[in-house]
């Protein structure tokens, strides 16, 4: 396999042009079709909130476009000049409970390829000091949270899908939250957010699964 | 091939070719059986015991020939997801164990009077043995997940691992059979008679035949299942 | 080739802090092995004879056993999302686990196999030819292994499924782990059995990892 690279993100994103190109997308799941006709286009700086009732698709949608799930049709175009194209973040945080905020912290920068200073700048702008040596465990809910988007703020990826970001999260942290998305926005990175929250922070596109819900045929189809 | 990947097209041609398939299946085993187990010549060493070879031979041809077709469908499946090739290699699987195992009971039956005891750990018996459990588990995986397709894809793949491994175990368990006891009876050892291969012949083809009305019967019924299970999604959305 | 070691490491660390699991998989070889004796009467020339019979069993299982979190701890906590989606190949990752699983469990079932082949009466001249055949053949368990804990994640009753996916495939290790040691105990050259043993890893090593990650997509949609 290929080693990759040191590069230093974020500050050179405006280098080169980033891109997430969706066109004629759907999806399905449990036999059902999710949704479909979706089409949509991000580029450098825009962000775009995702939202609609329960079980309209967001979670799916943002699943789809990070490559974990497959689409029934339609296509996925992502440009960028990263090693790392996108930064997903889900329901859960993925911390290793028996590993502390620091080690999980510096194995996702080490894995990311992120700059030497990655962790301790992500550190500061989530506010970890307090509980870098503690066992991710022993975190609260709230904690968790934000130690697992502070793998956002490794700077890496150009492309971040978050869902439901700000769940368990205070006001304080909600801002946090925020203002890392302000600024990997004003960056140059393209941002997604599957939320029923409205964020401080307002997505220059909105997109409502409503909209997009597969239509009833008539009569069982008979062409699956 | 690719064209019925199309359910429906699938169950046109199915009606068609099932009735015919079941006509020539049931005159197969009119003529085979009484030939194969009363009018065929006795063996000049096993007597009559040859006859359980007429059911013998067949099902463990078929056994084989059953995870071949199970782990080509699960491969069209993976690759071009063609819901009726899925639908194949599933109801093969139970058909294959159901085989295998009447290869296995037979050659037990066999052994009672050639070998005085109805199981040695004969190469090719030792082989089936490890098949059927192949079809044990594949069968198993497939039915054990909440979501049908979760199930569906993962036997598929399990079906390829299965065929890459199959010569690796019968390479193994020969190897294993020729260092722990050389045979004097191996099941292997039986020349054929150019009077015994009509009957054979005969039986290999009606347990072909009853293979493909028995895939034919459980696709159509999946494929109806389907389209109904479609239909009632559609209407709770 | 840096990001398997991260990989790797990480797994590792993981795996000193939970030393517990290592030392359960060792303590579960023991103490089956040790069965044998009660169950089939401690004569010496019995127990020599199928003493590599009953370590290379037991090896498998405790080696099967281990594998049931192998994956599944990455999933409950999404962590399996998010290596997924990182820029580390799929293929990559699950080989980077393989290989921190079997310096855990089957490392350590190596090791242990001499100490446990002197309470089955076996010959002291058995201990090498045992660990070089447990040191080619272990690493091939928890290849196929992870491909049938890949198939699997997910599943209803997932401890006795896995018996039952995996065991038939560990068959021929089986064979030719318990051939390569009997035929050296009998002063015979086994160079050619631990050969097929090495071609056994040589093929999972090539197609195992591919299957495993084929599988794990499969299992996180």
């Known amino acids: 396999m290929t080693g990759f690279a040191m590069v230093p993100a974020m500050s050179n994103q405006t280098q080169s042009s980033v891109t997430l190109n969706v066109s004629n ?43 974990l799930l497959r689409s029934e049709t339609g296509t996925v175009q992502i440009n960028s000049y990263n090693t790392q194209d996108i930064c997903f973040s889900g329901h859960r945080d993925g911390l290793k409970g028996a590993l502390t905020v620091h080690e999980n912290l510096t194995f996702w920068a080490n894995l990311y390829s992120a700059a030497e200073n990655a962790v301790e ?25 934000r130690a697992g988007l502070a793998r956002l703020a490794l700077g890496t990826a150009s492309i971040w899908m978050l869902d439901e970001p700000y769940t368990a999260l205070d006001t304080e942290n909600v801002t946090r939250i925020d203002n890392l998305l302000s600024a990997h926005v004003e960056s140059g990175g393209i941002a997604l957010l599957a939320t029923h929250q409205a964020p401080g922070f307002t997505p220059t596109q909105r997109i409502d699964m409503a909209n997009y819900r597969a239509k009833a045929p008539e009569g069982p189809e008979m062409d699956w | 091939m690719h064209a019925l990947a199309n359910p429906t097209r699938f169950l046109k041609l199915a009606a068609t070719i099932q009735p015919w398939a079941a006509g020539l299946c049931i005159l197969c085993f009119l003529f085979g059986l009484p030939i194969a187990l009363l009018f065929s010549p006795p063996d000049y060493q096993q007597g009559d015991t040859v006859r359980i070879m007429y059911i013998h031979v067949p099902a463990a041809w078929m056994g084989l020939f059953c995870y071949g077709v199970m782990a080509a469908g699960s491969a069209s499946y993976l690759i071009w997801r063609h819901p009726v090739a899925n639908m194949i290699a599933k109801s093969s699987a139970p058909i294959g164990a159901m085989f295998t195992a009447l290869c296995l009971l037979t050659g037990m039956l066999w052994g009672q009077p050639m070998w005085g005891t109805p199981w040695v750990w004969d190469a090719r018996l030792t082989s089936m ?28 793949i399990l079906a390829l691992v299965g065929s890459v491994n199959l010569p690796i175990i019968k390479f193994s ?20 008679d150019a009077a015994m291969l009509p009957p054979l012949f005969l039986m290999v083809g009606a347990f072909q035949l009853y293979y493909v009305v028995v895939v034919l019967m459980s696709v159509r019924a999946q494929v109806l299942t389907a389209k109904i299970r479609a239909a009632k999604l559609m209407r709770t959305t | 080739m840096n990001t398997f070691f991260i990989l790797v490491g990480r797994d590792l660390r993981l795996s000193v802090r939970h030393r517990a699991d290592t030392v359960m998989v060792a303590g579960f070889f023991a103490i089956t092995v040790i069965l044998f004796p009660f169950g089939i009467g401690p004569e010496p020339g019995i127990l020599e004879r199928v003493g590599a019979g009953i370590i290379w069993v037991t090896a498998l299982l405790a080696s099967l056993l281990s594998l049931d979190h192998l994956f599944s701890d990455d999933e409950q906590d999404g962590a399996l999302d998010l290596l997924l989606t990182s820029p580390a190949a799929p293929t990559l990752v699950v080989a980077a686990k393989i290989v921190a699983h079997w310096l855990t469990t089957g490392l350590p079932l190596t090791l242990l196999a001499p100490i446990l082949g002197v309470t089955l009466q076996m010959p002291v001249g058995s201990a090498a030819p045992m660990m070089t055949a447990l040191l080619i053949g272990t690493p091939t368990l928890s290849l196929i292994g992870a491909v049938g804990a890949a198939l699997t994640l997910g599943a209803r009753r997932r401890g006795i499924l896995m018996p039952l996916v995996v065991l038939p495939l560990y068959i021929p290790i089986l064979i030719f782990g318990v051939g390569a040691i009997d035929t050296t105990s009998m002063g015979f050259d086994a160079g050619g059995l631990f050969t097929v043993l090495g071609g056994f890893l040589l093929i999972a090593a090539a197609l195992c990892p591919w299957a495993a990650a084929a599988a794990l997509k499969i299992a996180s949609e």
């Open chain 1, 25 to 67: 997308l759907s999806a399905r799941r449990g036999g059902r079709t999710i949704f479909e006709g979706l089409s949509f286009e991000l580029q450098n700086g825009q962000s775009m909130a995702v939202v609609g009732p329960n079980g309209s698709g967001k979670s799916t949608l943002l699943r789809v476009l990070a490559g």
């Open chain 2, 129 to 156: 043995l490890v098949l059927f459990f192949l079809y044990l588990g594949y069968i198993a995986l497939g039915g054990a997940f909440d979501s049908p397709e979760q199930g569906d894809k993962a036997a598929a």
């Open chain 1, 121 to 145: 700048t992500a550190i500061s702008l989530m506010a970890l000091e307090a509980v870098l040596d503690m066992p991710a465990d022993m975190l609260s809910a709230g904690w968790r949270r």
């Open chain 2, 173 to 192: 368990v020969d190897w294993w059979n020729s260092l722990h006891q050389p045979s004097i009876f191996s099941m292997a050892g039986i020349s054929v």
